[in-house]
């Protein structure tokens, strides 16, 4: 749809317009459309995932560690931290990695109290499988945006980030 004909979000906006004109409601247009934009984006790498075996959140350890380079091996706080995320949480993420065997546990020669996770070569094969799909599909999915908008899209989330975060 071009920006000349509008989309559902100038609809919305034109009724709030109507109902409420004293308040500005142009943010109101910008985060209704990254929601939008973040459940389609969602919902099609969750498609590319979910034919590999994989949810999000699983995805994302086996890049961590497929990202290290060799061994592929973290400890548990590394992991939690690459992924910002609570130790409970990536246990269960583990559990269900190791249970597939995609990764393996064994204890930290340099702590004993510790484990190390570590990508199985079949782990590396789905990761590596999974991420050539999901690189191809974020390709098409921005495909509409070239290099100067990409660049300027890039720019102006991270800005937003940077004063959110």
């Known amino acids: 749809m071009s920006e000349e004909a509008g989309d559902a979000m100038d609809l919305v906006l034109e009724q ?6 004293d308040l500005d409601l142009s943010a109101l247009g910008v985060f209704g459309r990254i929601a939008r934009l973040t459940r389609v984006v969602e919902a099609a790498v969750e498609e590319v995932f979910e034919r590999h075996g994989l949810r999000q959140g699983e ?3 086996l890049s961590a560690l497929r990202r290290t380079g060799p061994p592929y091996t973290m400890i548990p706080s590394e992991l939690s931290a690459a992924l910002m995320m609570s130790r409970a949480g990536m246990t269960n993420r583990l559990d269900r990695l190791e249970a597939a065997g995609l ?16 990508l199985t070569a079949r782990g590396r094969e789905v990761i ?12 098409r999915i921005s ?7 990409a660049a ?3 720019r102006i989330v991270r800005g937003l980030l940077d004063t959110l975060a």
């Open 103 to 118: 990764v393996e546990r064994s204890l930290d020669p340099a702590d004993r109290r510790s484990f190390r996770i570590a």
């Open 152 to 154: 300027t899209l890039t």
């Open 128 to 139: 590596d499988e999974t991420l050539t799909e999901h690189a191809a599909n974020l390709a």
């Open 16 to 21: 709030w317009r109507r109902e409420r004109p």
């Open 59 to 61: 995805f994302d350890v």
């Open 143 to 149: 495909a509409g945006l070239d290099r100067e908008d």
